[in-house]
């Protein structure tokens, strides 16, 4: 259903010093899922899903990316970049899934 949501998201891969915060607040719209990832860091120049780039939404802060999620309940594949490509899984928890506070 369209709409503003939140869910547990679980970030795996890279050195470990990495995280992401969770939970991640995501939109729905016409079928599509749109999350919002806050990195730990403000470093993070782009992500990569597949062959689509994407650069963060901010200036300020930890670097925040808006990212198509095509499923839940598995590890999604992303790259990002800092100082060098590196490869991660986030995988957004379906029983976590709440309507986002208003």
Do not use: C, H, R
Request: proline content about 5%; aromatic content about 12%; charged content about 30%.
């Amino acid at each position: 259903e369209d709409g503003d949501y939140t869910a547990d998201v679980k970030l795996e891969g890279g050195s470990g010093k990495a995280t992401v915060t969770s939970p991640a607040e995501f939109t729905v719209k016409d079928g599509k899922v749109t999350a919002s990832v806050e990195w730990s860091s403000p470093y993070y120049d782009y992500m990569l899903i597949g062959d689509d780039k994407y650069e963060p939404v901010n200036k300020d802060g930890n670097s925040v990316f808006e990212i198509p999620v095509d499923g839940f309940d598995y590890p999604m594949e992303v790259t990002a970049d800092t100082v060098a490509m590196i490869e991660y899984t986030l995988q957004f928890d379906s029983a976590s899934i709440k309507e986002a506070e208003k």
